[in-house]
């Protein structure tokens, strides 16, 4: 068994009044895939939100319980939330590339880090390209502008770009929802790559994506966490009679 | 019963109702009530064109396109001297836009740069800082500021502001551009913040995820992402606050001392291309070269502001394009 790398006790989260997510627990293991399913509306990309404190930014959100990232309750009043957000990436659900070229998109996040050598940023954008599987692709224009990219490929960039500033955990909410199948096959094959550096927490509503790209599965339903297991045995022999309903695609 | 055939058309059918004759009328002399009134607007605006034209080109018949630039004048021992001179109603009259023109800029530019500091932060402070509620109060409140009539904000510069500024400067002249140009500014500032923030508030929501979660700071974000991505659109929001500069007229009237030097020190008395016109044209005797040449000021002030205004067009439309990501 793997170590812990995130640990969430006894997390609520309230819209104003509504609560969202109701006393969530749960153990994330470090280097792999955990993913996050359910149907729309029963908090799983507000829980992944919450991992990084992207809640944050949304006015009327309050927060109760802990989240701790190894042993570090980063909901403790003084933490730099600036600082979590460097060391827990996130991948949006549509590609979010700022309209610069390619390479001033990668070297954004290391720059903010305050890297100005020419040399180190271009070795970054080489690295993370080709962690992203995208470097022969976009090796020749990286200096045009990132958004006459295709989509799958523009996704990739967006991986690439979390990538650069060199985090520990990558949070992707539903990263492939918008691509093809060729492209989201490829997007797939990448999450299996990063894996052996990275703790990944993918949110997805595609059950087929969850069963090939992650180690274990949560299964949220109207903002509780119903089962949490090794992800054959989400899919194949589930404990509880509504996650045994939602993966059979009985509702949802 | 009796079967109908299906191709038969029956008249009691409810939707066979007809439209009366008198909606039909009505119907089309409301199109063409509107229709009257759209293009009376369209027309008043021509005719003005063309009156500001044709009166403004006789100014070159009767006076010279060189002699708006400066006054050749030839002393008793035959040496000439070219005079850059606004005196028209001089026995030797001069008609130089030299002093005017540059009288404008004076005034102009630096209420354009004093408003574009305050009117941008203005603008990023609605777009990004401010909380919703907040912002909901305080744009309209801003947007309410460029309403009030430049005449007022003129006395209450010429009656306070001015004063206020001698006794702290000491400037040259008591009404000067600089006066002027703070006067200016109140009436510019708005104009830049409202635009800056429709500019700003424009740019997706995704982007600023984007930046965030890569570990930005809410000024990184500001500075390095949303300004760089609405730069055309705050562009654009400067130059049309600078036509507005350009083409204000009761406040440099007021202000900025209405003497016609030729200058670049902000603390002397300048006279503005509108102020000109405002003030001179009362007194003018119409048909007189005076008269044309004011005129011509119309004409040159119309080009620039037209220009201007249609540059920051021009980006904002642009900037609409470019924005549907």
């Given at each position: 068994m793997k170590e812990t790398k995130i640990a969430v006790k006894d997390l609520s989260l309230y819209y104003g009044d509504k609560q969202a997510l109701k006393d969530i627990n749960i153990d994330i293991p470090e280097k792999r895939v955990t993913a996050f399913i359910g149907p729309s509306g029963c908090g799983k990309s507000t829980f992944l939100r919450v991992l990084n404190r992207m809640n944050d930014l949304i006015d009327h959100v309050k927060i109760d319980g802990e989240v701790y990232i190894d042993g570090v309750?980063?909901?403790?009043?003084?933490?730099d939330i600036v600082n979590l957000r460097k060391n827990v990436g996130m991948v949006f659900q549509k590609s979010n590339l700022f309209p610069k070229t390619v390479y001033e998109n990668i070297v954004y996040g290391p720059r903010l880090n305050g890297i100005r050598d020419k040399k180190l940023l271009d070795e970054i954008v080489e690295k993370t390209l080709n962690q992203a599987a995208i470097w022969d692709e976009a090796k020749d224009r990286l200096n045009e502008n990132a958004l006459s990219l295709s989509g799958g490929q523009q996704q990739r960039l967006c991986i690439a770009r979390a990538l650069a500033v060199e985090p520990e955990i990558i949070l992707m909410d539903?990263?492939?929802?918008?691509?093809d199948p060729i492209s989201t096959a490829k997007i797939e094959e990448l999450i299996h790559e990063l894996k052996l550096n990275y703790t990944i927490v993918i949110v997805t509503h595609n059950m087929q994506q969850a069963a090939r790209v992650s180690d274990q599965t949560a299964f949220f339903y109207l903002g509780e966490l119903i089962e949490y297991d090794r992800t054959t045995k989400i899919f194949?022999?589930?404990?509880?009679k509504q996650t045994e309903d939602y993966v059979t695609g009985r509702f949802g | 019963m009796e079967e109908k055939d299906f191709f038969s058309k029956s008249a009691d059918s409810k939707y066979a109702k007809r439209i009366g004759k008198f909606t039909r009328v009505k119907e089309s002399a409301i199109k063409f009530f509107f229709a009257v009134n759209g293009a009376m607007a369209l027309i008043f605006i021509i005719l003005i064109f063309i009156f500001l034209f044709k009166e403004g080109f006789k100014a070159l018949e009767h006076i010279g396109l060189l002699d708006f630039l400066f006054f050749d004048r030839a002393d008793a021992s035959g040496i000439h001297q070219k005079v850059f001179e606004?005196?028209?109603?001089?026995?030797?009259a001069r008609y130089s836009l030299v002093p005017l023109l540059l009288g404008t800029l004076l005034t102009a530019i630096p209420a354009t740069i004093i408003s574009t500091l305050l009117g941008v932060g203005t603008g990023i402070y609605l777009s990004e800082v401010a909380n919703p509620k907040l912002k909901e109060f305080l744009k309209p409140a801003i947007e309410l500021f460029a309403g009030i009539p430049t005449v007022v904000l003129g006395f209450i510069m010429l009656a306070v502001g001015a004063s206020f500024f001698n006794d702290l400067l000491n400037p040259t002249n008591r009404l000067n551009a600089f006066v002027a140009s703070i006067g200016l500014s109140f009436v510019i500032i708005p104009i830049i913040a409202s635009l800056t923030e429709d500019a700003l508030h424009s740019i997706p929501n995704d982007l600023r995820m984007a930046s965030y979660g890569l570990g930005a700071t809410k000024w990184q974000t500001v500075s390095r992402v949303i300004l760089p991505a609405a730069f055309s659109g705050v562009s654009a929001s400067i130059i049309l606050g600078f036509g507005r500069a350009i083409g204000e007229t009761m406040i440099v009237l007021m202000c900025a001392g209405n003497a016609a030097n030729i200058t670049a020190d902000i603390f002397l008395s300048v006279r503005t291309m509108t102020a000109t016109i405002a003030a001179e044209m009362g007194e003018v005797s119409q048909g007189s070269d005076h008269y044309y040449a004011l005129f011509f000021i119309g004409i040159v002030l119309f080009t620039i502001t037209f220009f201007l205004n249609l540059a920051a067009e021009i980006i904002i439309s642009k900037m609409r394009k470019k924005n549907t990501f």
């Open positions: 309750n980063i909901y403790d009043k003084s933490l539903e990263p492939a929802s918008a691509l194949t022999n589930p404990a509880k | 606004w005196y028209p109603t001089s026995e030797e």
